[in-house]
């Protein structure tokens, strides 16, 4: 384990495992259909590559870049889309996949964003949803798992760039930010 790591929340194992039954439940859901998995980077990446790979259907893959602004308590912040998918997204079945459901405003503002282009369906699959004691603007259609208040890195989360390539989730050490 690496030494900035105080304990891990998810082993490698763990995350396969979730993210397999999430697979197959969007396979389920969306059999007849060709989804838009979209990734927004860079924390999604290791989630979006997995969960791909755990769907049995055809799909095809777009990224996104954004920054969201105004990261208050109002439920919709502004949000800059620094990199715009590829794919048109008006008539597809989009799911966006993001890597940690924290306030939340930044999947708020971007399932805004993206809704004003008439997508066939707009719906969100996430890894962790963070359990901050409090409601949240919009919820996850998907997760892989409830997690705890910390700062959490690996499988994609990052503090100041590092550590997204952990294969598990760990709490980082409070030394390492403090
Ligand atoms: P939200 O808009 O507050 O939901 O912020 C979500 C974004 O904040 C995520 O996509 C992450 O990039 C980042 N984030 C939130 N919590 C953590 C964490 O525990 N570790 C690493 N990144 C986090
Ligand atoms: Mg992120």
Redesign the pocket.
Known sequence: MNHDIERILYSEVQIAEAVKKLGEQITRDYTGKTPVLLC?LK??SVFHADLMRAIDLPVEADFLIAK?YG?SSQSS?KLKILKEPEIDIKNRDIIIV???????????ALLHTLSLREPASLKTAVFLD?NLGIKKPVSADYKCFDAEN????GYG???AERYRNLPYVGVLRREIYN
Do not use: C, R, W
């Not at 306030?103 to 708020?108: D, K």
């Not at 910390?150 to 890195?153: A, D, N, R, S, T």
């Open positions: 927004i924390g999604s969201s990261m912040g993001e890597d940690i459901l924290d306030t939340a405003v930044t999947l708020s963070k910390e700062f959490l890195v989360l990052d503090y």
